[in-house]
């Protein structure tokens, strides 16, 4: 009979029918002279193939090597309970092609990922390396997390936007910017989306945007990229309360539609066996608290002193703290002079700005969020302070001028929300190339 073409995805709703289905050899094992068992992966699913008989002994099946390409043809049949097949379903091989024949011998490819160690080899095989079942569940996932955002941004009627990534304008502090060339003229590459989507309310309403973010960070940490997806929105007229409101719904809402997919849920699950549903509503610790609570437990700088109120806190007691208390924590209302030109101040507190970060158990901080200054002296005041000589951001004065508005909005680092999802050891097993200090490759 002839064979339907399909992708192993489709293997269950073609039970009992011949199908023609091509991809990679994942794993393979014999079993004596007459019976060979191939796991085929085509990126879609994983599937036994069975080869029997004769066609067990072509010269094809005795030099049959992992990551060649084959198509095989024959019945999908269920398996009785016990068997180990994915989805306990087998391919019945009546016959089949080799497509390509990969390396053997020394050049195998697993020989090439396990005879080195070192990570850094790990990332310049990194396009092997994602074939494994780990590393591509974490992209699968990361896929659906994608669409989940979409779909949450989409029921709050948010617009989605695509801002340009070479810009004019530093907006996250200055010592993380890559320059480069324009037509003569020396421009940067975006950090962050966020005065875009600020100008696109009065025009588009609240809106949001998924676009690449570059930061050149020189620290090697587990959690900073120097290209990473950014997840941003914006919403006018709102209160700072609100904005904390929807950053805890969007994370909330997403994880919930990520795991409505029971695919991608036993792939969640497989990454990361202990993932627990949040519980709401999530804590909230103001900055001044958290450096009380820094004190409380002796979480202290290097050289044995404490941090206070006015400084940065860093990662590492940020993560000290956030894994003590080891659920999610909305850090809030952190002091003006460590928070960006453009956060607007408490109206009970002028030291202190209407800002907050989610901080996540094992990762820390995965949003930062804040409402914007709506006051046009207040602004020219911020740039003040920051030393950015206002005249590129003309079109972002401009809009305190033609119509201000309470307004707020939050960026969330889509691989560190992953790293968080999947107890991944570091956002760079959370993309497809990471980029970060020295690497540029593949
Ligand atoms: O806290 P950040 O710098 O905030 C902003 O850029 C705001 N303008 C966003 C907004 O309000 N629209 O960055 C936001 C998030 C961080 O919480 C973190 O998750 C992620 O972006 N992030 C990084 N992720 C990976 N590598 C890096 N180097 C990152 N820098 C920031
Ligand atoms: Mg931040």
Redesign the pocket.
């Known amino acids: 009979p002839p064979a339907k073409k399909i992708k192993i995805s489709q293997a269950i709703e073609n039970r009992d029918h011949r199908v023609k289905v091509s991809g990679w050899v994942h794993r393979q094992r014999t079993q004596g002279k007459d019976m060979k068992f191939i796991v085929l992966r085509d990126g879609a699913g994983y599937l036994q193939c069975f080869l029997s008989g004769r066609l067990c002994h072509s010269y094809d099946a005795l030099t049959l090597t992992l990551e060649s390409t084959i198509s095989v043809y024959g019945i999908i049949s269920e398996l009785p309970e016990g068997k180990t097949a994915p989805d306990n379903h087998e391919l019945r091989v009546d016959y089949w092609e080799v497509i390509h024949k990969a390396p053997g011998g020394d050049d195998a490819f697993t020989n090439q990922l396990n005879s080195e160690a070192d990570p850094s080899v790990l990332y310049d095989l990194r396009h092997l390396v994602i074939r494994g079942e780990n590393a591509s569940a974490a992209l699968k996932v990361r896929s659906s997390v994608l669409k989940s955002f979409r779909d949450h941004f989409a029921s709050k009627d948010l617009t989605e936007i695509t801002p340009p990534s070479m810009v004019q304008t530093q907006?996250?502090g200055g010592s993380t910017l890559f320059s480069l060339q324009y037509y003569g003229e020396m421009v940067y590459l975006t950090?962050?989306?966020?005065l875009y989507?600020e100008t696109c309310l009065p025009s588009l309403g609240d809106v949001y945007t998924i676009s690449e973010?570059f930061?050149a960070?020189k620290s090697h940490t587990r959690?900073?990229?120097?290209e990473?997806t950014?997840v941003?929105a914006?919403m006018a007229f709102i209160t700072f309360d609100d904005l904390i409101e929807t950053v805890e719904d969007m994370v909330c809402d997403v994880v919930d539609r990520t795991l409505a997919d029971p695919k991608i849920s036993q792939l969640v699950y497989q990454l990361n066996p202990n993932f627990k549903k949040l519980e709401r509503p999530f804590m909230r610790l103001d900055y001044k608290d958290a450096i009380q609570y820094l004190k409380d437990h002796n979480i202290t700088k290097d050289d044995g002193t404490f941090y206070e109120f006015g400084e940065d806190i860093p990662e590492a007691p940020e993560r000290a703290m956030i894994d003590k208390i080891g659920k999610p924590v909305f850090l809030c209302r952190f002091p003006a002079e460590i928070k960006?030109f453009y956060m607007k101040k408490c109206v009970d507190d002028r030291r202190v700005t209407e800002s907050v970060?989610l901080l996540m158990p094992t990762v820390g901080?995965?949003?930062?969020?804040?409402m914007r200054i709506t006051d046009l002296e207040e602004l020219l005041e911020g740039y003040k302070r920051e030393g950015i000589e206002p005249t590129p951001y003309y079109w972002y004065t401009d809009q305190r001028k033609f119509g201000t508005c309470e307004h707020g909005?939050?960026?969330?680092?889509l691989?560190?929300f992953l790293a968080w999802l999947l107890n991944r050891k570091t956002?760079r097993d959370c993309c497809l190339y990471p980029r970060f200090t020295e690497r540029c490759a593949p």
């Not at 950090?191 to 966020?194: D, E, N």
């Not at 909005?409 to 680092?413: A, E, K, S, T, V």
Request: charged share 30%.
């Open positions: 907006v996250e950090q962050t989306a966020q989507l973010s930061r960070e959690r900073h990229l120097s990473y950014h941003e914006e960006a970060d901080e995965i949003v930062g969020a804040s909005g939050f960026g969330l680092g691989e560190r956002v």
